[in-house]
């Protein structure tokens, strides 16, 4: 296809990678002589026409950095716009058209966004609309479909792991129940893996609903045994067999209508009433979507990135940069946001984390 510009947004929560894909899909492009513009904070800038021109210089040295040099937003949909001036959360305005009259008025060829499920969603209304987009999934959650692995998740992992190793240390010394809460939003995945990978005793994952008595029961036995500590991982969005989250509030204006957290203190003050086990809590928030993205989330966004930009090439729109089988391939973006990537209560994983000890805090997985 004849390219000659492009533009590339980053929406959604941060996560380690999002610039290393952004250096990637504007080295690919520039040393071919594509013109690149970066909009400003996500579907923000196409809306406000607020953008950067990308140089060599802006994508010089970013590999590393965590965040996103281009700013991101996870409350600016088009379709909804509910920022000031142009709109409020009572009253949201459909600017779909105003931010197609932008990508028109500065003459792309096409536009390549970075995000998760909220900006695929909006991305595909606005190939349904004609724009000319091409996808990379990011989210340190890795509940996207469609791919087998998001940038982000990887460092998030890591950070959790490192977290249990570090907790261990006064879960033995001070013979305490530590509980940590992870992210993840309605998926598993950050609990699942860092609790296999740093030895976690009970695992609570959105996917399989826990109960309090087995919880208690499962710790007085590990007590009864001589093990004079456990650990909990908790996925911020685990829920028990009634249904209920931890939930810190509700924001309609959001992509993300709910926000959890607090599991971890609601489990831990459990833990010390009904089995007289001292307990504590740590939450790790924010800390697992920051900081430098891991050596595998590098190479996987620098992959994905100058696939983007080859697909943009190829005239690959509406699809997304997909990671399969350790290469890298393209899927509808319509299929990536059909359904999440939920952890399979009965798959491999699941089973491998029973076979050595864990728990679920489920009487019907176990
Ligand atoms: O989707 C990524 C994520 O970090 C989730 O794990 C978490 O629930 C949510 O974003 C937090 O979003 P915010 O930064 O808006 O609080």
Redesign the pocket.
């Known amino acids: 296809m004849n390219i000659k510009k492009i533009g590339i947004l980053t929406a959604?929560?941060?996560?380690p990678g999002l610039n290393a894909v952004v250096r990637a899909v504007s080295k690919n492009a520039l040393r071919q002589g594509v013109e690149v513009i970066g909009f400003k904070n996500g579907f923000d800038g196409v809306v406000r026409n607020e953008f950067i021109k990308i140089t060599p210089d802006v994508v010089s040295g970013i590999l590393t950095l965590g965040g996103t040099i281009l700013g991101t937003s996870?409350i600016a949909n088009p379709f909804k716009y509910t920022l000031p001036p142009f709109g409020t959360p009572e009253a949201p305005n459909d600017l779909s058209s105003v931010a197609l009259h932008n990508f028109h008025a500065n003459q792309l060829d096409a536009l390549i966004t970075i995000g998760?499920d909220g900006t695929l969603t909006m991305s595909q209304k606005f190939v349904e609309l004609g724009m000319p987009i091409v996808a990379v999934p990011k989210?340190?959650?890795n509940?996207l479909s469609a791919t087998d692995q998001t940038f982000g998740f990887d460092s998030?992992l890591t950070v959790a792991t490192e977290a249990i190793d570090r907790i261990h240390t006064t879960a033995q010394s001070h013979h305490r129940v530590m509980i940590i809460e992870t992210?993840?939003?309605y998926a598993g995945w950050?609990a699942l893996r860092a609790a296999i990978a740093g030895g976690g005793d009970i695992v609570l994952i959105p996917e399989i609903p826990y109960n309090d008595d087995v919880i208690v029961d499962y710790l007085l036995k590990r007590r009864a045994q001589g093990k004079n500590f456990s650990i909990v991982v908790a996925a911020?969005?685990a829920k028990n067999e009634q249904g209920e989250q931890a939930i810190t509030r509700t924001v309609a204006a959001?992509t993300?209508p709910i926000?959890?957290?607090g599991i971890a203190y609601k489990l831990s003050n459990m833990i010390e009433d009904r089995a007289k086990i001292e307990s504590r809590a740590c939450v790790l928030g924010?800390m697992?979507?920051g900081g430098t993205p891991t050596a595998f989330d590098r190479w996987l966004s620098t992959l994905y990135g100058a696939k983007a930009f080859d697909m943009v090439l190829e005239g690959k729109f509406g699809y997304m940069a997909s990671f399969r089988n350790f290469g890298i391939t393209e899927v509808k973006i319509a299929d990536a946001v059909s359904q999440l990537k939920l952890v399979d209560p009965h798959g491999e994983e699941v089973k491998a984390a029973l076979e050595v000890g864990m728990s679920f805090g489920s009487a019907q997985i176990g």
């Open positions: 959604g929560g941060d996560c996870n998760g989210t340190i959650d509940d998030a992210m993840g939003r950050i911020e969005g959001s993300d926000r959890l957290g924010h697992q979507r």
